[in-house]
């Protein structure tokens, strides 16, 4: 379909549209905790009006750090508002995001990530701060041709292969080295055929624009192998709608093409990790709020809700940077925005105030530190509620910094408050700054809890598991 139809008003609205379409099979997406696209797929011939109202039951103890087996039963409810037709099925399919409900209550779950997110728009709007909040988040990922690990009680070892890799410039390919192909940090903006994945890009950024995703733009990142493509921002559950696409996308159209991607943020020793720098701003009856004549153009709301996300960073990164990898990018000194601090222009700081047209409706901050491991849903709506948080209480962020932190790292970095070391330490401070998210029971402590102990056995696992390196600094000791 050259015009995707991606909303739908009434069930009968999409029966009609699925029977004229011919689809034949009906997908239906929700995302775990730990934010991976989910699926189960029906025959569109079994889908009637009241099973599209009513939702359908499924195991909730099979999805990680959900439900227990004596209560698994878990009401999956479609929205028709987030549809799509999947690209990549053999059979026409049409795929429709959903809810996770409590059947003995008919209330949202309070663990599912997507209701988590629609309770923090809800909890905004009691408020009265604002009526909208808009997230634009830059996904970076990169793409090999190869993988393997492996991780196990006598073996240890991953193996990454890529044809762009400087360390191929010395291998004898079939046919020939052609040679091209960037360097060390040296990946940032070549024209082919130094960049060798333009063409996959494009495809990758068609592919999303036929799913109904508003899409901008791509380009190769700075790391070899390294890219980045661009969506519309917009509101807070769209927009992550959207990176859940954008990764299937991502993932699907790599593997068509023979390759394989990732949003592991540090796959690659001693080059750029991936980022998912987050753009958001506030609007209250169609009025921008972050617009003002303090500094940078900037209104006090808006240093008020930089100074929330500030006050609260690091119990933000167990949200926004929820893997132990993570923290392998998040590294003082390596052009990593791990300071504490704001600033226009400046990308050496954990928020950023982009250089925008006049206009009042470009103002935004830009929080730096997020990865694209990060469940879109907990991490914007766990934003929202530390920036809210700010406001309600004027957390004013202090004066901004504008000095390049990456400079001389040791002596300029000294003092300065940073974001958290491991996922252990962010974790800790979730368990001791976790009020401002409970706000409104947007975040339930049952929610939280359950989280810190999932994160805790990823953490536990990667303390207790040698590592290549130990060996090559401790063997011979």
């Given at each position: ?258 390759m394989t991607a990732t949003f592991m943020p540090k796959p690659v020793y001693g080059d750029n990790g991936n980022g998912m720098h987050v753009h958001q701003s506030l609007r209250k009856g169609n009025k ?190």
């Amino acid at each position: 379909m050259s015009n995707p139809i991606t909303s739908f008003k009434t069930p009968k609205e999409f029966l009609k549209f699925v029977k004229d379409e011919g689809i034949e099979y009906i997908t239906f997406n929700f995302t775990d905790l730990k934010g991976k696209l989910q699926h189960i797929s029906y025959i569109a011939g079994k889908i009637d009006e009241d099973f599209l109202k009513e939702g359908f039951f499924f195991d909730g103890s099979s999805i990680t750090a959900w439900k227990d087996i004596h209560e698994s039963d878990m009401n999956l409810r479609p929205d028709l508002s987030k549809t799509y037709l999947d690209p990549y099925a053999a059979q026409p399919t049409y795929c429709v995001f959903c809810d996770v409900y409590e059947p003995a209550t008919g209330e949202p779950y309070n663990r599912d990530p997507r209701s988590i997110a629609k309770a923090a728009e809800e909890y905004m709007k009691s408020t009265g701060i604002a009526d909208e909040a808009l997230f634009g988040p830059e996904p970076e990922f990169f793409v090999f041709n190869s993988i393997r690990y492996s991780t196990d009680m006598f073996e240890s070892f991953f193996s990454i292969d890529s044809d762009e890799s400087p360390s191929n410039t010395g291998t004898d390919y079939e046919g020939g080295n052609l040679a091209h192909r960037p360097g060390v940090k040296g990946g940032y903006f070549p024209v082919p055929p130094v960049d060798s994945l333009s063409d996959l890009r494009a495809q990758m950024l068609s592919d999303l624009g036929s799913i109904g995703v508003d899409v901008e733009k791509h380009h190769h990142e700075v790391a070899p192998s390294q890219c980045e493509m661009g969506f519309t921002a917009g509101g807070m559950i769209p927009t992550a709608d959207n990176v859940q696409l954008y990764k299937y996308i991502v993932h699907n159209t790599a593997h068509s093409f023979g390759m394989t991607a990732t949003f592991m943020p540090k796959p690659v020793y001693g080059d750029n990790g991936n980022g998912m720098h987050v753009h958001q701003s506030l609007r209250k009856g169609n009025k921008p709020l972050f617009a003002g004549d303090e500094y940078a153009g900037l209104s006090e709301t808006c240093l008020y809700y930089i100074g929330g996300i500030i006050k609260h960073a690091k119990a933000l990164n167990a949200f926004t940077n929820p893997t132990t990898n993570s923290y392998k990018r998040l590294v003082p000194g390596y052009e990593a925005p791990v300071v504490l601090a704001y600033s226009a222009r400046n990308r050496s700081v954990a928020c950023r105030i982009p250089a925008t047209s006049d206009s009042p409706n470009a103002k935004r901050v830009e929080t730096r530190f997020p990865d694209p491991a990060a469940n879109p849903y907990l991490a914007f709506a766990a934003m929202l509620m530390a920036g809210l948080d700010g406001i309600k209480n004027k957390i004013h962020p202090g004066e901004a910094s504008d000095k390049d932190f990456f400079e001389n790292p040791k002596e300029s970095m000294a003092g300065m408050p940073q974001v958290a070391r491991s996922l252990r330490e962010a974790l800790e401070a979730l368990t001791a700054d976790s009020d401002f998210l409970t706000q409104g029971d947007v975040f339930t402590k049952d929610m939280i809890d359950a989280y810190i102990d999932m994160k805790m056995e990823e953490v536990e696992a990667w303390e207790m598991h040698p590592h290549p390196i130990e060996f090559d600094n401790y063997y011979s000791v």
